[in-house]
Nanobody
């Protein structure tokens, strides 16, 4: 099947940076949109941003100007560069991919990676 494997989370101080990666593997024809979501303790999962296979991006207002999503289609990998991190960015970050298998598309999730920003 399809697997999304994330890496790059960790502990960082306020104002620091982290880069998350998410690589897709398995049997599929193509990947359409990819994106990042996050879930803080006691809160619902929320969108961080998305990127189409053509490179068009969309971001939540809370991360605009600080976070950048990019992707390498040849490697089926999406990245999240996070700069100027704040304590409120602390959450488990999940990647999501819309994967085309046959004539249908399916959404897959990564296992999540913890990002903790200390004040």
């Amino acid at each position: 099947q399809v697997q999304l494997v994330e890496s790059g989370g960790g502990l960082v101080q306020t104002g620091g940076s982290l880069r998350l990666s998410c690589a897709a593997s398995g049997r599929f024809f193509n990947i359409n949109a990819m994106g990042w979501y996050r879930q803080a303790p006691g809160k619902q999962r929320e969108l961080v941003g998305t990127i189409t296979n053509g490179g068009r991006t969309n971001y939540a207002d809370s991360v605009k100007g600080r976070f950048t999503i990019s992707r390498d289609n040849a490697k089926n990998t999406v990245y999240l560069q996070m700069n100027s991190l704040k304590p409120e960015d602390t959450a488990v970050y999940y990647c999501n991919a819309q994967v085309v298998i046959g004539i249908q598309s399916y959404h897959y999730w990564g296992q999540g990676t913890q990002v903790t920003v200390s004040s």
